[in-house]
C-alpha cells in the first residue's frame, strides 16, 4: 500500500493542474511537471492531505468531463460533468470499461492509440470522440488523454479529458458551470439543485436505497447585513458555505437555494443518520457564523429534513416542500433547531394544503386567475382622491375573491412571487393606459416584494411594459414594506436608483414596524413615506402615538419625502394629520378595497369580469 502514495499525488496534481488551466493542450505541461524531482514533501503526509483536498475539490468542480481509468481500462473516478454527458450515476461507471461508453465505430482506434500511449511512443494524444448517453443518444467530444507515471517514469493510470463538441467539431463552451452555480459561493444554484434531486429521488426508487433532504436556512442574516453592513454578511455566508462544503462527502449535493439558505442531498441515509448529519452541520453554522471583531453577533440555523423514501415515490417539488414545512415548523419554535419530517409522521393535511396552494398560484398566473381591487387616498391638503393603491385577489372556483395573506406566504416561500408580481404590473399598467384613453389620469400604487426589489428581470420588465403602453411613468409609485427582507442591499439600490430614471416612484410602507426603518431611509430613495397604521389608529386617544406620528411626518419633511398615514378611519383623524403635515390619509373611513370594476364601471369590464370569478388576458 505504500506505493499508492505517489500515484494518489500524481493524480491529485494532474487534475487540480488540469481543471484550473482549463485548457485541453497542457498536458505535456503537466507530464513534466510531475516528474520533475521531489524532495521531502512526497512523504510528508500533510502534504499529501493537502494534494488529496486539492485535487477532490478540483476534479468534482471541473467545467467538463474527468475520467480517471486505470491500465486495465476500468474506470476509477468520474466528476459530476461526465456524469451528466453519459447519463449514469458514478456507481454505475465505477469498476466499468471505458470502451463500453465510447460508440462502437470508434472504439478500435481508441483502443489503439492507448496502447501506444501506454508503451511510451506517444505522450499524449487528442482526438474527437463519440460516446453514447445511457438512452443510447451519440454525444460528440474532445476527448484528450495522458498519462500519469510514478517516480521510475511508469504509467500508473490514464487521465481523461472530455469536452463536448457539435458534429461539425465546433467545441461548445461548458456555459453550465456558470448557469448552474451560485456565483457568491461556487456552489449548485437552485435552478441546478432541483435536477439534481429529481434525479437523486429517482435513483433512491429504482435501487431501492434510502437518502434525505436537508435545508439550512439562516435564522439571522438580515441582523449582521443591517448592523455591519452587506460585504460582512457575504463574508459570513462564504464562510459558512465554506464549512458545510467541507463537512459533507464527495456523493453529498450541496447548493445555495435562496439568499441565506442551503440545500443538502445526502444518499444512503436512514432517519437517525439524517438527524446526525443535520445535528453537525448545525454546529458548523454556529461555528463559522460568527464575525471575528464581534462574536456577540453570531448566525444559527433552522435546519428542516425530509426522507427520501423509494416506497413512497414524491417530486423534487414536494420533497422541497416538506423540508420547507420543517423549517417553517423549526422557525415558529424559537428557530435554532432542527425539525426531521418522517414519512410515516408527515402532517399529511399540512402538507397537502399546501402543495394545493402551490397548485392554485400556478394555475392562476397561466390562466389569469388574479382580479385587481383599488383603495383610495385622498390628498389632506384638498380633500381629493388623487391617487389608489393597487391590490391584489385570487379567484376561487366558485368565484369567491380570496385576499392575499391567504397565498402569498406560500407564493414567496416557493419563489412564485416575482411571477405574481409580474402579473400585477402588466395589468396595472394596462389599466392606467386604457383610463387614460378614456380622458382618465389614474396615478397607482403597485407593492411588490424583496425578491422583486432585487431582480433585474422584473425591471427589464417595468420598462418593456412602460414604453409598450406609452404611459406617463409618474404614474405608477412602487412599494415594498418595512418589514421586506432584502437580502443585497446593492441591487435594491441599483432598483430603486432605475425607477427614478424612468420616472416612477418609490415607496416604503409600513413605517415604524420593524427595526429597519431608518437603514432603509439611509440607503434607498424613497419618495413616499406609509405611516404604519399601528400609529395611526389610536392617534386621537394616544399621546405616545402623535408624538410617533408627528417625529416621522418632520423626519419626511427634512427629506423631502411624502407621507401617508394609513389605518385612518375618521375626519377628526384626517383633521389631526393634516395639521401635522401628512400628505395623504388612506383608511376605511376614505374608502375600502373593491374591484377596479367597481371604481371604474364598464371601463375595465373587458379585461376582468368579476361576475364570473374569471379574468381575462388584456388586450
Not at 99 to 120: C, K, M, N, T, Y
Request: proline share 4%; charged share 25%.
Amino acid at each position: 500500500m505504500a506505493s499508492a502514495a505517489p500515484i494518489i499525488e500524481s493524480v491529485a496534481e494532474v487534475s487540480l493542474i488540469l481543471a484550473l488551466a482549463g485548457t485541453l493542450g497542457c498536458a505535456m505541461w503537466v507530464t513534466s511537471r510531475l516528474n520533475r524531482p521531489r524532495a521531502a514533501a512526497r512523504g510528508a503526509s500533510d502534504g499529501l492531505h493537502e494534494a488529496e483536498a486539492r485535487f477532490d475539490g478540483a476534479f468534482e468542480d471541473a467545467p467538463i468531463g474527468m475520467v480517471i481509468v486505470d491500465l486495465q481500462g476500468r474506470i476509477v473516478r468520474v466528476n459530476r460533468v461526465m456524469c451528466e454527458l453519459t447519463g449514469h450515476e458514478p456507481e454505475e461507471l465505477l469498476g466499468r470499461s471505458h470502451s463500453e461508453l465510447v460508440h462502437p465505430a470508434d472504439r478500435e482506434a481508441g483502443e489503439a492509440q492507448l496502447r501506444r500511449l501506454i508503451d511510451g511512443e506517444i505522450p499524449s494524444f487528442e482526438a474527437e470522440r463519440r460516446y453514447l448517453r445511457a438512452g443510447g443518444e451519440v454525444v460528440w467530444t474532445l476527448l484528450s488523454v495522458t498519462p500519469v507515471r510514478d517516480a521510475e517514469n511508469r504509467p500508473v493510470c490514464l487521465m481523461h479529458h472530455v469536452q463536448e463538441i457539435a458534429e461539425n467539431g465546433h467545441v461548445e463552451l461548458h456555459v453550465s458551470h456558470v448557469v448552474d452555480r451560485d456565483a457568491h459561493t461556487g456552489l449548485y444554484n437552485r435552478r441546478r439543485f432541483e435536477v439534481e434531486l429529481e434525479r437523486r429521488a429517482a435513483h433512491t426508487g429504482r435501487h431501492g436505497t434510502s437518502a434525505a433532504l436537508i435545508l439550512v436556512d439562516l435564522d439571522n442574516l438580515g441582523q449582521v447585513n443591517d448592523s455591519f453592513g452587506h460585504a460582512r454578511g457575504d463574508e459570513l455566508l462564504a464562510r459558512v458555505a465554506a464549512g458545510l462544503r467541507a463537512h459533507l462527502r464527495k456523493t453529498d449535493v450541496l447548493a445555495r437555494v435562496g439568499g441565506d439558505e442551503f440545500a443538502v442531498i445526502v444518499l444512503d441515509i436512514d432517519h437517525a443518520g439524517a438527524r446526525r448529519i443535520a445535528e453537525s452541520l448545525l454546529e458548523i453554522v454556529r461555528r463559522e457564523g460568527v464575525l471575528p471583531e464581534n462574536e456577540a453577533v453570531r448566525a444559527t440555523a433552522t435546519i428542516g429534513v425530509a426522507q427520501i423514501d423509494p416506497l413512497r415515490p414524491r417530486s423534487a417539488e414536494q420533497l422541497m416542500i416538506d423540508a420547507d414545512l420543517a423549517v417553517y415548523e423549526g422557525k415558529c419554535a424559537g428557530r435554532d433547531r432542527i425539525v426531521v419530517r418522517d414519512p410515516d409522521d408527515l402532517a399529511a393535511a399540512q402538507l397537502n394544503e399546501t402543495v394545493t396552494w402551490v397548485e392554485r398560484i400556478r394555475g392562476a398566473l397561466q390562466h389569469d386567475g388574479f382580479v385587481l381591487y383599488e383603495q383610495p387616498l385622498v390628498e389632506l391638503c384638498s380633500g381629493r382622491v388623487t391617487r389608489h393603491e393597487i391590490l391584489l385577489r385570487m379567484v376561487a372556483g366558485d368565484g369567491e375573491h380570496i385576499p392575499p395573506m391567504s397565498f402569498l406566504p406560500v407564493a414567496e416561500r416557493f419563489g412564485l412571487v416575482r411571477e405574481i408580481d409580474a402579473w400585477v404590473i402588466r395589468n396595472a399598467i394596462d389599466l392606467i393606459a386604457r383610463q387614460a384613453r378614456r380622458g382618465r389620469q389614474l396615478q397607482l400604487e403597485v407593492n411588490i416584494s424583496g425578491a422583486s426589489v432585487t431582480d433585474p428581470d422584473l425591471l427589464a420588465t417595468i420598462e418593456l411594459e412602460i414604453a409598450r403602453a406609452g404611459i406617463d411613468p409618474g404614474s405608477l409609485i412602487f412599494e415594498i414594506t418595512e418589514t421586506t427582507a432584502i437580502v443585497n442591499m446593492e441591487q435594491a439600490r441599483t432598483f430603486a436608483e432605475r425607477l427614478a430614471e424612468l420616472g416612477c416612484g418609490f415607496a416604503l410602507d409600513d413605517f415604524g414596524a420593524g427595526f429597519g426603518s431608518f437603514f432603509y431611509l439611509k440607503h434607498l430613495p424613497f419618495d413616499t413615506l406609509k405611516i404604519d397604521g399601528e400609529f395611526v389608529r389610536g392617534l386621537m386617544s394616544s399621546e405616545r402615538d402623535r408624538i410617533m406620528v408627528k417625529a416621522i411626518a418632520r423626519v419626511a419633511s427634512d427629506l423631502g419625502t411624502e407621507t401617508v398615514a394609513e389605518f385612518v378611519g375618521d375626519q377628526a383623524t384626517q383633521d389631526l394629520l393634516r395639521s401635522y403635515g401628512v400628505h395623504y390619509a388612506q383608511g376605511y373611513g376614505i374608502g375600502r378595497p373593491q374591484p377596479v370594476t367597481s371604481t371604474w364601471p364598464g371601463a375595465y369590464a373587458e379585461d376582468f369580469d368579476v361576475s364570473a370569478g374569471s379574468a381575462a388576458a388584456p388586450a
